[in-house]
């Protein structure tokens, strides 16, 4: 069945660094993928979404960017923030709703 | 506009007991979602439903768990005869539509002692 793989954490980085966390995906289908954000104590917030290949997602100062040929969609960041600590997942759909399957999620936690 | 609403927000039941979360989708949704996020795991889809109907419940344990989304009221994840491997934090997510975005609640951290 479909599924994401995203890389482990947690992930520590100086305030100002680059961030890239990895996410592949296999579905069967064309599916809508997702970088859903969630702060401590908090519920879900959907951080940026694409809907087909080489379309990019970005919001915040967050992009990623929808690779059919890698099945990825690496999330990235050029600058970071402590407001960034927090937990991200990545999610594939085959539709653009609630119906989501996530990976495990990647702990940030930025030190200033 | 309120967001998604869950409560309690931390629930503590005695292995056998029974536990009722409830969600209140957000105004104007009419379709809501559970999940489920056992410690270091991801978020695991358990059933997914329209106002008094259950559309997808393929994520669902087939005993001891039902759910339920009245025309009036919040939906409720009913879990009976709690086991510790059911201690996990439990989201609901609501949307306009089938294909629109879901938004999250808060969440209700289940601890079975």
């Known amino acids: 069945g479909d599924s994401v793989t995203q890389m482990e954490g947690p992930v520590t980085l100086s305030e100002e660094a680059f961030l890239t966390i990895n996410c592949t995906y296999t579905?069967?289908?064309?599916?809508?993928l997702f970088w859903y954000v969630q702060y401590p104590g908090e519920g879900l917030q959907l951080l940026l979404k694409?809907?087909?290949?080489?379309d990019k997602g970005s919001n915040k100062g967050f992009e990623a960017t929808y690779r059919k040929e890698t099945t990825s969609f690496h999330l990235e960041k050029g600058s970071v923030q402590v407001s960034d600590s927090a937990v991200y997942f990545c999610?594939?759909?085959?539709?653009?709703?609630?119906?989501?399957?996530f990976g495990q999620g990647t702990e940030l936690s930025v030190k200033p | 506009n309120a967001g998604v609403m869950q409560n309690p927000r931390h629930l503590v039941r005695r292995r056998g007991q029974e536990a009722r979360l409830r969600c209140s989708p957000m105004?104007?949704?009419?379709?809501v979602y559970w999940y489920r996020q056992l410690p270091e795991e991801g978020l695991k889809f358990m059933v997914y439903?329209?106002?008094?109907?259950?559309?997808?419940e393929s994520g669902m344990p087939k005993e001891r768990f039902s759910a339920e989304f009245p025309k009036e009221g919040p939906s409720i994840l009913r879990i009976q005869q709690v086991v510790r491997g059911d201690s996990a934090a439990y989201f609901c997510?609501?949307?306009?539509?089938?294909?629109?975005?879901?938004?999250f609640g808060q969440g209700t951290r289940l601890t079975v002692v």
């Open positions: 439903l329209q106002k008094e109907n259950i559309i997808d």
């Open positions: 579905a069967t289908g064309y599916p809508s």
């Open positions: 997510a609501s949307s306009f539509q089938e294909n629109t975005e879901a938004f």
């Open positions: 694409a809907t087909k290949a080489d």
């Open positions: 999610a594939l759909s085959d539709s653009q709703g609630g119906k989501l399957i």
């Open positions: 105004k104007g949704h009419s379709h």
